[in-house]
């Protein structure tokens, strides 16, 4: 687990499992409301759009079958019993927003997932405001808006903070938790504990645009799409790169991690080259830079971003290693014994 541990007490203000609201029944609200029922909470997934009662029968209608369809893919997976799909299910309330007064107040934890937008998260936070209990904490699950500029929507905003989870939310481990400076600790430690207790792994960071994963995800999907302008190579092969190359690679070792077992000055010159040929936004980054000039290389010096006891890494390679062949297996592309033989003899 990445972040501080906790041992906050993530039982309901009248004991019990906690209370949780999801404010946004779009489809991470609908992944977010699988992954908690899943876990063995009940959950209140709420649209607060004023509606038509035809158009709330519609939505909830929607909201139902693709909860159903993700709850069928984990059966199908084997991950959850087929008996036991109706029970999860029932552990999703679809509610509009003539409902959602009773569900916020009762709320522990309210999660909200509104579109993209300032305007849109104004009017959300202003409706949870009216009836949200002052004890409950409120996280808001925005990708691109960092957590200082929406703390000012709240009532109070010292039980605000961020936590992105990542699409298909009901599988995706990683949840990016980013208080703003006036967050209590206390608010923090609830939601890091709610989430472990729903089987996520959350990750501390600062109040940054993009955060990690989207700013990270940002730079690779416009570079794809440049390769395409460049005429390096046709939209499938580069995909398959990702797929059994640098997503596969990096779904085993972090980069900061690879960069210790490369070296820093690898990134250096790679970066140099491809900046000279392809611009500045290949340059190489300050923080490689100042280790290059403090003599910390990576593993071989003792010290990169990581510490590395005599130059040892410490089981990293051969556990990459274990995992990257693991996965492969999954794949159904791992390395063959005797493998060109084998096709040669057929």
């Excluded at 041992?7 to 499992?17: K, L, N, S």
């Excluded at 946004?24 to 876990?39: K, L, N, Q, T, W």
């Excluded at 990096?250 to 990134?267: H, K, N, Q, R, Y």
């Amino acid at each position: 687990m990445n972040g501080p541990e906790t041992t906050a007490d993530m039982t309901g203000r009248h004991g019990g499992e906690p209370s949780v609201a999801l404010v946004g029944a779009g489809r991470m609200g609908r992944g977010m409301a699988v992954a908690i029922a899943f876990a063995g909470i009940p959950v209140a997934l709420i649209d607060v759009k004023r509606r038509t009662p035809e158009e709330l029968d519609s939505m909830r209608e929607s909201a139902i079958a693709e909860i159903d369809g993700h709850l069928r893919a984990l059966v199908r997976l084997g991950a959850l019993p087929d008996d036991r799909l109706a029970e999860v299910a029932n552990r999703v309330q679809v509610i509009g927003r003539s409902e959602a007064s009773a569900a916020l107040a009762a709320a522990d934890i309210v999660f909200e997932g509104a579109s993209e937008t300032l305007d849109a998260k104004r009017e959300v936070f202003q409706f949870i405001n009216e009836h949200v209990d002052d004890d409950a904490v409120i996280a808001s699950t925005t990708s691109t808006i960092i957590s200082t500029d929406l703390a000012q929507l709240l009532a109070k905003p010292e039980r605000f903070l961020n936590a992105h989870w990542l699409n298909p939310a009901f599988l995706m481990p990683i949840v990016e938790v980013s208080p703003h400076p006036g967050t209590d600790p206390a608010a923090v430690d609830r939601i890091d504990a709610f989430l472990r207790l729903v089987g996520k792994h959350p990750i501390r960071v600062a109040p940054t645009a993009g955060y990690i994963v989207p700013r990270l995800q940002a730079l690779i999907f416009n570079e794809a799409a440049r390769m395409i302008d460049d005429g390096v190579a046709t939209p499938a092969e580069i995909d398959e790169a990702v797929r059994l190359g640098f997503g596969f690679r990096f779904a085993t070792v972090g980069p900061l991690e690879f960069i210790d077992i490369s070296g820093l000055e690898m990134v250096k010159y790679a970066s140099g080259h491809l900046s000279e040929a392809l611009g500045e936004r290949f340059q190489v980054a300050p923080a490689v830079e100042t280790r290059i000039a403090d003599g910390r290389l990576g593993i071989r010096s003792g010290t990169g971003f990581y510490p590395w006891a005599d130059g040892a890494d410490n089981g990293l390679v051969e556990g990459m290693i274990t995992r990257q062949y693991a996965l492969l297996e999954l794949l159904g592309v791992a390395p063959q014994f005797d493998g060109a033989r084998r096709e040669t003899r057929d």
